[in-house]
């Protein structure tokens, strides 16, 4: 493998994460190279001598793959194939067979396979190419470059049709989610990968229904979970809700990644309070936290209600939590700070909801379905004026209601 330089992560870090990378996609990593250069060599990524170093490490331990920590170009892949003779893949490709590999469901399979013909497509060569830049003539045309072009043409029409696909199951989600346990609030699970989401959702669910088994898959590895789950948490003295894990971060998230699963991750979009969960034992805590926080600014959600849930307390001695927002400390294994938290969901939840008693007219009916959707009615009456409703909405989506308000109804009375 080799390792680049970071400007926040050190060598050891990134050999260290590239390394559990390629483990978990089944590698058996035989040794790491370095390399410190203030920009990537235009044709090889690294420079010539670190080019022979790689060639003589590979005929010492006869390697028969690459893998860099940088995005390599197409021609800088070409280039190194042709020089060292093995097969040679970047970080993105690296994580692309991971997320090939955990992919269970449909929509994870056509997530998928959407990341992975993106990143190939721009990397489709052969001698077609080549000829074509001869500018035609006797002995430039042939049936390599026919094949070329109608491969190409196959994977584009293959992506447009994964993204209608997509597009049909991300409509029968919201179709499903708008039906689901009587509008709860719904929670989302975000954070590094391998921070321990899997289990707090375990442990949540074997709360709220401790003679049911139900397994989610946990393993100490990278990306263990990519297909989301959605349950209801239901644990007595709290608030119920719907939960939802989400497929975990990582630094620099390939962009092919984060475009084809943007289906997935929208309903962390929807969700009313996002449950970050992060490594409290992981040295590089602040780095984790950023790589998250770069995602989550990325899918315009970085001012939605948070908790930052300091998980594995048991492995020792926990990180200050200054500057964190909202921290708690838990240990999903064992079950401590599990009700502290909830008493925490239980406070933003009362935070984000207003309560009131509106006369909405018959012609804003719209308001009437809006306070439905998004709030719980308590009780409705119907009157000469209107519908007198009286319940509780999300804060962010009763700003049409304010004027319809009960009390400024009767104070504009008494005005008049």
Known sequence: MVVETDQQWSMKDIGRELSELAQTAGANVVGIIEQQRDKPHPAFFVGTGKLEEIRKDISFYDANLVVFSGSLSPAQQRNLERELDVRVIDRTQLILDIFAQRARTREGKLQVELAQLTYLLPRLTGKGQALSRLGGGIGTRGPGETKLEADRRRIR????????????????????????????????????????????????????????????????????????????????????????????????????????????????????????????????????????????????????????????????SMPSSRGIENPVQISALNQTGIHQLLTMIDTLLLESKEKGTWLIPYQEMQLVDLLHQHGQVINSEYTPEGILIKGEIEKRKSKNLHQYTILEHINREERH
Do not use: C, W
């Open 157 to 316: 029409k293959r992506i447009a049709d994964l993204k209608n696909d997509i597009e049909e199951v991300k409509k029968t989600r919201r179709i499903q989610r708008s039906g689901q346990k009587h509008n709860l609030p719904l929670i989302a699970l975000v954070g590094y990968t391998n921070a321990g989401k899997s289990t707090l959702l375990q442990t949540l669910m074997h709360m709220t229904q401790p003679d049911k088994q139900e397994q989610v898959y946990i393993a100490n590895q990278l990306f263990a979970t990519l297909d989301p789950l959605m349950r209801l948490i239901s644990i007595k003295g709290h608030d119920s809700f719907l939960i939802t894990d989400t497929v975990g971060f990582i630094r620099d998230l390939p962009p092919t990644l984060i475009a084809a699963f943007k289906a997935t991750l929208e309903v962390i979009q929807e969700a009313d309070i996002l449950l970050h969960v992060v490594d409290g034992s992981e040295e590089n805590l602040d780095l984790h936290l950023a790589a998250t926080r770069e995602v989550l600014e990325d899918l315009k959600v970085i001012n939605k209600p948070t908790i930052t849930v300091l998980n594995k307390a048991d492995l020792g």
